[in-house]
């Protein structure tokens, strides 16, 4: 995933990552934080802008920054740098909406080559994991690195 993306910082965990989308509305602070679930070694994806007054994710913030590609890109990014430390790691993902459901099935579609290379990619419906195919509706994703 050789795209353009924007340089991230990460906690000494590398559990909450930050980076900065520059477009047209200006300057806004994206939060990429990957969060331990019941079950072992699965942690859920969570991203969003950072909120000004509490520091806190909001994942029902419109940026429209006019820069989703990078940003989807930075947010891969991310995942591949914390598979890299936490091998063993199944990353749970899904929208906060419908919509942002399906512009993450979209970029994973579209990347698909590099993505099948590096990682096992599976999609829920109705309560049921596939392997992941082009132009299928899914409700959320689950992704580990491949040995």
Do not use: C
């Amino acid at each position: 995933m050789e795209q353009h993306r924007y340089d991230f910082e990460t906690d000494t965990t590398a559990t909450t990552y930050e980076f900065v989308s520059e477009g047209k509305k200006g300057n806004i602070k994206k939060l990429v934080m990957f969060q331990a679930m019941r079950l072992e070694n699965y942690y859920n994806l969570a991203f969003g802008d950072e909120d000004t007054l509490t520091n806190d994710l909001n994942d029902l913030a419109v940026s429209n920054n006019g820069d989703t590609n990078m940003v989807l890109a930075t947010v891969a990014a991310t995942v591949i740098d914390f598979t890299n430390r936490y091998p063993d790691a199944w990353v749970f993902a899904t929208g906060s909406t419908p919509a942002r459901t399906r512009l993450y099935r979209i970029g994973i579609a579209n990347n698909l080559n590099e993505v099948e290379g590096l990682f096992e990619v599976l999609g829920l419906i109705n309560e049921y994991w596939h392997t992941f195919e082009k132009n299928t509706n899914y409700e959320a994703f689950l992704i580990k690195r491949k040995s």
